[in-house]
């Protein structure tokens, strides 16, 4: 594979990884774009890590939304046929997750800040991207959710010689890439870490872990915040400067709190947001079934949150 040196070498780097076999993936790294950009107003070079799975329409609306907000996208085709799949082969769901790993490998710059497409930015990047990172490989947040892991996960992990004490979500990370290359080819760190722990769980982020834990530097828990736990009004939650990460539940698959209005907000900004109303409606109707039950019963019409907030910010779209 060979790197490719981007446009501006001022601009913020940020880059999002997707494998999208369905074809809808790519609307969520849309959304995580969308919520970058409109959120700073420095110059953002964005790299969309993508294999063959990318459809044309899919990369045209991409494209777009850089066009939209006059940031510069940068599409990198990859593969893992290079590096022999077939004794290393990778799960389907953690095909795209893997390919962060590349890179190093592939961008020609000091650093970048790496965004899950399950994230939503709501704070200006900029604010991430100046974070110095001297003598640190990379910056993150510790994971929020080992107070909840069953006991066998616990074990899993540690079973790879991983302190769970000192572990990091890998979803939002900046990446001190000159430091990295200089040490380590993160694929190939990866293929040993398969073959020695086959039983892995996490896979990807383990390895990370397992390399740079000592060595990270630890950022404020507001740079990689889990959604799903926050019901406060959805009104109080547009103010909060915050990286939100829907990590296990997944707002284009059912409603768990207000915080998932940022989701259909952001991509509301994006060439699919002309769908975002009709594709809201059908997840609240399946996950909130007797509450809009309830409303259509009203002759009032009083919609509750976050009804009345979608029925006038998307009203007359």
């Not at 110059?43 to 850089?66: E, F, K, P, W, Y």
């Amino acid at each position: 594979m060979k790197s490719y040196l981007p446009m501006s070498d001022t601009a913020i780097h940020i880059a999002v990884c997707f494998h999208d076999p369905g074809g809808k993936y790519a609307r969520h790294a849309g959304a995580t774009l969308a919520s970058v950009f409109a959120n700073t107003t420095r110059s953002v070079c964005a790299h969309i890590l993508h294999d063959g799975t990318l459809t044309q329409a899919n990369r045209l609306n991409l494209q777009q939304i850089g066009n939209d907000f006059g940031q510069s996208m940068h599409f990198c085709p990859v593969s893992l046929t290079d590096y022999n799949r077939d004794k290393h082969p990778v799960r389907e769901a953690a095909m795209g997750a893997v390919y962060r790993l590349l890179l190093p490998e592939l961008l020609s710059v000091e650093k970048v800040i790496y965004l899950d497409c399950d994230v939503i930015v709501n704070l200006d990047i900029a604010e991430l991207w100046d974070i110095p990172m001297t003598d640190h490989p990379v910056a993150a947040v510790p994971d929020q959710a080992i107070a909840y892991w069953p006991r066998e996960l616990r074990l899993t992990v540690q079973s790879c010689r991983i302190d769970i004490n000192h572990y990091f979500n890998s979803g939002i990370m900046i990446m001190n890439l000159e430091q990295i290359r200089r040490q380590y080819h993160l694929l190939d760190e990866w293929f040993r870490f398969v073959q020695q722990y086959p039983h892995a769980f996490f896979v990807d982020q383990d390895i990370l872990n397992k390399l740079f834990q000592a060595e990270c530097r630890w950022l404020d828990a507001k740079y990689n915040q889990f959604a799903g736990y926050h019901h406060c009004p959805f009104e109080s939650l547009t103010g909060t400067q915050a990286i939100w990460h829907f990590t296990y539940k997944k707002p284009w698959k059912q409603y768990t709190s207000s915080v998932d209005l940022l989701y259909w907000r952001n991509l509301a900004l994006t060439p699919w947001g002309k769908n975002a109303l009709e594709d809201v409606f059908k997840i609240l109707i399946q996950s909130r079934e007797a509450e809009i039950t309830e409303i259509r019963r009203s002759t009032s019409w009083r919609l509750t949150e976050p009804l009345r907030w979608i029925a006038t910010k998307f009203r007359g779209q």
